[in-house]
């Protein structure tokens, strides 16, 4: 097959991004990417709150790829079959737009789907209610809170959270994420 990950950020500047990874992301490709793209920032003299809003909504991402990636399927090209994903990170105009690319299971994608459906038609004090329901009755499994990275993002963007589906084989479809994030 000649599908890559890349196929689905086609349509992104790619050559000129911040932050570009493409690989198994583990936690050492965390710290290297969050240490980078802080220092970054910090030379762009961005202001402090759209600096915060762009290193949390970017941790959250990359917390989203370590935990809930699905295994790569077989015939893709990967060093691990684990946690593999691809992130990219662009400056906008007055914002930037991180986005991340991994595989999930056909079986997930509709739960999925109702959940970035839910938060993305839900207003901030909604988006507010659903977070504080979750961190108050829900259950802490070994990926952490369920949907509760979804919603910090919507929370810290202010914006609908974009994605789409392509499918890969007919057991696994590619997800790609995006987060616009900007002092509005």
């Not at 935990?67 to 790569?72: E, G, I, L, N, T």
């Not at 504080?132 to 609908?160: F, P, S, V, Y």
Request: charged share 30%; glycine share 6%; with cysteine.
């Amino acid at each position: 097959m000649s599908f890559d990950l890349e196929n689905l950020v086609s349509d992104l500047d790619i050559r000129g991004a911040i932050l570009y990874f493409k690989g198994n992301v583990d936690s050492e490709v965390i710290n290297k990417a969050l240490d980078l793209v802080e220092g970054k920032l910090l030379t762009t003299r961005e202001a402090p709150r759209l600096r915060k809003k762009v290193y949390n909504v970017l941790v959250e991402s990359l917390q989203n790829l370590y935990h809930h990636a699905d295994y790569v399927p077989k015939g893709y090209h990967s060093a691990r079959p684990d946690r593999f994903g691809l992130v990219v990170m662009e400056k906008l105009g007055r914002g930037y737009r991180i986005t991340t690319c991994n595989f999930v299971a056909t079986m997930r994608v509709k739960e999925l789907e109702e959940k970035i459906t839910r938060i993305n038609r839900s207003t901030p004090e909604e988006i507010k209610e659903l977070y504080k329901d979750i961190l108050n009755h829900q259950e802490i499994t070994e990926k952490g809170l369920g949907g509760l990275g979804l919603l910090d993002i919507a929370r810290k963007t202010g914006h609908r959270i974009d994605y789409r589906f392509k499918k890969y084989d007919n057991l696994n479809m590619a997800f790609r994420l995006t987060a616009v994030v900007a002092l509005v």
